[in-house]
């Protein structure tokens, strides 16, 4: 294992990759990077034996883990460090986003959706402008057309009607608090208040977020919002529904509505109606080898509308028809076999994964894209050379009559992984998509773009319906991968974790999983490695992080390798025998934190 991490090391520290014809570095935003890079903060990793809290922030992380103190749940926790991630990352997430949760109560895992739906005037020609053409990205987000109807509040309340034990009220006073004292600007929220081209253009956020020259607060500064601690308060004493009805609900209306250039939709009766839904865990066996040893897990993910965990189970489960289990990280040939599963995988999410109450899943069933048949058939597509862009499979008997959807930029999150003293755990990723989300300011909380998350175009060329098109009340596809992973021959818990970053969120959470399960490393190591993927086009890597004969490998076997700045926000937490230890990414400001 000793070798093992200094092979791991020495790619690590690989830096330099010299610019080669057949390489590219591509700005993140070309690619679909939900937030810019701001830096590294080296991580030292966690170690502790009662409860663990990972955030993104640590503001947040210390809040969650002052109700744990509290005797409060790993829900209760969840709650009040979501609410202080929407005050002080609220490029990210926030109450007026949406979220997925994956619950384990020390005997079922359960899935909470929280995910924005369409307004019900919203049709499926939403996006198309006059000439019947798409919008571009930006031209679609920025105003009130993508703002689906919040749900991350209501959901939360959902899940802390079952398993919470702290007051509801209780769970909002560190938000409360931060809020009306203030707390420091970071380094990453400083910077991408900066880049930001769109956020000065709502006078509310502008009014907050940015000085009369048009500056954003200094790092170190103290940056109140006594609105959000307004808004934090109603709903701590009246529930979701001082959001969701009344006069906050008004105010989100007349935003979207009135926009001047690009109005929207949503309206009170939207707001009213939305309803958080409780879903079967998309769970799976997995054999992973470690050396010489054998071991049986069962990880679970989000089901559809979220499109992570079977893109995920497809990739990890395609690489096991392949020599991957022999070849270590620093191997160009395991990084070959890992783009061409993922190539396949994206293929048939673009075709098959949508809102399942609108629809059906091939063969009858999601199981259907990961059966062993199916996954054994796709893996002999991978070849010695790359296949450079794949095609949907046909998982069953019948070809489905959907479109796939075309590449389309998928934007921000928030990631937290938390287990109680109890042994109850969570994994739970927020957002509100793009950062800074539409870049529309209500009462200290920005609104959410979540509907670019559908296709723009609700058909091909030929008029076939894609899956993923705008539909009256339909949650529009996630990547969001929140996971647990169980020993499957004890059903003990092994692992919590997650991240922020788009389409991307399934490579970096596949990484996460395949070297922690496989390789044996600790959750700060596998966070700590390179990032990597492939979106069903070029081969991705970040930047800066491997060497020029890696990338010369990949380049033999076919690849168009484009090298970009993927900045992750892994959280993760994983059970040993007798403690617990956690990991948080150097590429964001996140903290795990506990006893």
């Not at 992380?61 to 990352?89: F, N, P, W, Y």
């Not at 949503?266 to 470690?290: E, I, N, T």
């Not at 490695?529 to 380049?555: H, I, W």
């Amino acid at each position: 294992m000793k070798l093992l991490r200094l092979v791991f090391s020495v790619i690590l520290l690989a830096s330099g990759c010299s610019s080669v014809s057949t390489t590219h570095r591509a700005p993140a935003g070309e690619l679909g990077q939900p937030e810019g890079g701001s830096g590294l903060s080296v991580q030292a990793g966690w170690r502790g034996e009662k409860f663990a809290v990972a955030t993104a922030h640590p503001l947040a992380s210390e809040a969650g883990m002052a109700m744990l103190k509290a005797g409060g749940s790993a829900i209760d926790a969840a709650v009040a460090a979501q609410m202080v991630l929407g005050l002080v990352e609220p490029q990210s997430s926030g109450i007026g986003g949406g979220a997925f949760l994956l619950h384990y109560d020390g005997h079922w895992t359960v899935a909470f959706d929280g995910r924005e739906t369409a307004p019900s005037a919203a049709g499926e020609d939403l996006f198309i402008q006059a000439g019947g053409k798409p919008p571009s990205f930006h031209q679609a987000v920025v105003g009130g057309r993508a703002v689906g109807v919040p749900g991350a509040v209501r959901m939360l309340e959902m899940a802390h009607g079952e398993y919470g034990l702290l007051p509801w009220a209780a769970l909002f006073e560190p938000a409360i608090r931060l809020a009306e004292n203030g707390f420091p600007v970071g380094t990453r929220l400083h910077a991408l208040l900066k880049a930001d081209l769109h956020l000065r253009q709502d006078p509310v956020a502008a009014a907050y977020f940015y000085d009369r020259d048009g500056q954003p607060p200094a790092v170190g500064s103290t940056l109140r919002n006594p609105a959000l601690a307004v808004v934090l308060r109603r709903i701590a004493s009246h529930g979701s529904g001082a959001l969701h009805e009344g006069e906050i609900a008004q105010a989100m209306v007349d935003k979207v509505q009135q926009h001047a250039a690009n109005p929207g939709l949503l309206s009170l009766a939207d707001l009213a109606g939305y309803q958080a839904k409780r879903r079967a865990a998309y769970c799976h066996p997995y054999v992973a080898q470690q050396v010489t040893v054998v071991r049986r897990y069962l990880i679970c993910g989000f089901p559809p509308p979220s499109s992570g965990a079977i893109a995920i189970a497809q990739i990890l489960g395609m690489l096991a028809y392949t020599d991957a289990a022999s070849l270590s990280f620093a191997d160009p040939r395991w990084m070959h076999y890992y783009s061409e599963a993922a190539r396949l995988a994206f293929a048939d999410r673009a075709r098959y994964v949508a809102d399942p109450d609108f629809v059906a899943p091939p063969a009858g069933s999601w199981y259907s894209l990961i059966s062993p048949d199916y996954l054994a058939a796709r893996a002999r597509l991978i070849g010695a050379q790359s296949m450079k862009m794949a095609v949907p499979g046909t998982p069953g008997p019948v070809r489905t009559s959907h479109s796939p959807m075309p590449e389309q930029l998928e934007h921000g999150t928030s990631h937290l992984s938390i287990v109680d003293g109890r042994g109850n755990a969570l994994a739970m990723t927020s957002t509100i998509e793009d950062a800074f989300g539409a870049r529309q300011m209500v009462r200290g909380f920005l609104l959410n773009n979540q509907l670019s998350d559908f296709s723009f175009s609700p058909t091909d060329e030929h008029g076939t319906a894609v899956a993923n098109r705008v539909e009256p009340g339909k949650r529009p596809r996630s990547s969001m991968s929140p996971t647990l992973v169980f020993d499957q021959d004890t059903g003990e818990l092994v692992l919590s974790g997650g991240s922020p970053g788009g389409a991307l969120i399934i490579h970096y959470t596949a990484k996460l999983l395949y070297a922690t399960l496989n390789w044996g490393l600790t959750p700060q190591e596998a966070i700590d490695l390179p990032n990597f993927g492939s979106l069903n086009g070029p081969t991705l890597l970040e930047e800066q992080r491997f060497s020029r004969s890696f990338v010369e490998a990949l380049v033999a076997r076919g690849h168009e390798v484009k090298e970009i700045g993927m900045s992750s926000g892994l959280q993760a937490i994983r059970k040993g025998v007798a403690d617990y230890t956690g990991g948080a990414d150097p590429r964001r400001e996140g903290r795990v934190v506990g006893e």
